[in-house]
């Protein structure tokens, strides 16, 4: 006889009744195991959000690193800063002055990945129930912070000129109409992720003034600002206005993603409280990884660098764009980005984005549905498709593929009258996030 | 007539009713400012935590680095998982393996440090107002998370066999008299720091039990077990309680701190739990780190590295128990530590270590006042010394001068009966972390 206590099965979770309210917002998504399948090489993944890399020059980035370790290797591998290496935050002011920002190095605070900086600046302003404003759609992982810090999303719209301002003045009026604190306004004015739409220049002077107006602070996200396509580095809102924006940057993109370095520049006192935040988030950011790539701004042409990765990104969006012109059902809309990543494309009337996603995985081409960037369950009738990473001619292979599953769907509605019926996801339970974007 | 309009000091911080209810609990150290001067080169620091890596072969890290770029750049420099690299994880099974654990590498998730552990921890289990129980005193850096958390900080006494059982069911009953909810047991059981006991063995089986009984999950935080003067490496608690601990680990005290690489072992549930986090924290923690510090032990006698430190820091150890013996006034108590950082001291009754130290800094020799370790203002009267960063000399010259400057205090009180009077800080107001533990 078997007298064994009962033990509980492994895979239950036994600590669900101890865990804090805000892991009811850090929910795996149901498309996340489809994510997993996505990532088999013999799929066409215009999924993810990954740089394409492989332009960088191995002999320079291993020679600069192999001096640092040399030369300041004891240094390298010791603590740092809670704010990050003084040498490297001179440089990042350096890079912004390319937008137009003039900026101390004091007001800067190297963050792992600009990711982080979204996480910190949510932590020092974010108590549960405040309202963050952000663009419809936003960006899936800083929808996932907010959401983790048990923040309200509102969306306001955006066109193809970047976040509407009437939009956003109509956002305010009702949080403010129903007695709720907006902390800020979460924007990526350049080459939005997912929207591919940049904050034209007369709009960003409205919505400084919006904010200012109504205290509303901006954070504002800048990823992607020096890979635009066909033109100069667009002004910064932060140029124009020190004192109500938080301004985020990243190396992920015009170097490499694997050395998390990214940063916040903010008013004087709120770094304060950011360095606060970073020292007891991780004592201090990897000081290895910000000297490695504060001694590749030293050794190399990185503006040559990013002008390749331009050119790169350019010939990706074209082979996308074209795919997509000569392909895709003339139902179909999509914009046409000056720079980043990404296309935002919207469906024929009751083709559902999510739904077609399992099919389209099982002919070999990946997308994230349109609702993984909204917080409210909006977006199921767009996607993103990313250009970034796979070559062109894979781009137009995936999207070969992408309008055959399209056209079966679209046909199936013409018999059946509805979208077909989901195969192997559950019903729809909110928020959709592929989990880091990166599948 | 000057008609600018007013415009706010900028070192106001005009922000002051937007912060969250949680940055109450960061707030910078009024000691923080006397650090600053601790770190000039003629002060003898007694307080930080900084490894001594000297000893480290940089030609092996270079070379070992060099190759990784060489042979899998693009892959290192990308993005990678929010758990961490697998090649890594399986090493730290092997790690772990030296205390008698056996785990799989898919319950490991790689950290920015143990510090992001201790910080992912806390996000996944604690709501405001839940408990932590802690040893008294604990790590400065551990109980400035809880603080951010809003956690309430038990402290549970120790002796020099470590935490106390019956303290700990004492803590454990008030606390569930008083109707709050207990989250966690975060315990140092190796080399304590600041206190630089380790808990006995029989006492190990007494804890594990007292936390099961009362569903009390317990935080091993264990980054200087490897790092035992007189003995082999001792059996962690985890090793004999696979359901109930979450084990953390660092390599940044038996390699290099710069990588910020350290990492949590947790039940499979709660493992998932804490990779959302992650993700929501970082996307991902730094690939190259992690696969540099892998190739480090791949390539490396890292066990052999070990030993090396081990004795470098026996010897600093014994440099600082010969000087103390010699130098400090009979009155005081010290422990003697067999293995990592740390000695605590504590002075004769009515000399306060935190009013004596902008004299001690005069002097020119630092420490950390043992406030800094306890959440509830205890523990004025001792004082952390670390052994570690300093040579032996310099350890001996700055125990000189800490018992000048005690001796001239003692003197003081002997005339005017009472402490002399702080100078140049302000009164105590709860928390004394010096920030990040490392000045």
Known sequence: MDITPAR?????????????????GMTASEIRALFAVASRPEVVSLAGGMPNISGLPLDVVGSAISDLIAQQGPIAMQYGSGQGVPELR?????????????????????????????DLVTRIFIDPGDVVICEAPSYVGALGVFKAYQAEVVHAEMDSDGLVPEALRQAIASVEAAGKTIKFLYTIPNFHNPAGVTLSAARRTEILDICRQHNVLILEDNPYGLLGFDREPIRALRADEAENVIYLGSFSKTFAPGFRVGWALAPHPVREKLVLAQESATLCPPQFSQMAVSAYLSNHDWQGQIKQFREMYRERRDAMIDA???MMPASCRWNVPDGGFYVWLTLPPGIDAKAMLPRAVTARVAYVPGTAF?????G?????LSFCYPTPERIREGVR??????????????????????RGIGPYHGYDAPGTDLS
Chains 1, 2 share one sequence.
């Open 90 to 118: 001179e440089q990042i002011t350096e890079v912004m002055r390319l937008e137009g920002i003039e900026a101390h190095p004091d007001d800067v605070v190297v963050t792992v990945g600009s990711q982080q900086a979204v």
């Open 374 to 378: 909204f917080a409210d369950g909006f």
């Open 8 to 24: 509980p099965h492994p895979r239950l979770d036994t600590y669900v009744d101890r865990y804090a309210a805000r892991t009811a």
């Open 401 to 422: 593929r992408l309008a055959g599953v399209l056209e079966a769907e679209m046909e199936l509605r013409a018999t059946f009258g509805a979208s077909a019926p989901e």
């Open 324 to 326: 997509l012109d000569d």
């Open 380 to 384: 199921s009738s767009s996607m993103r």
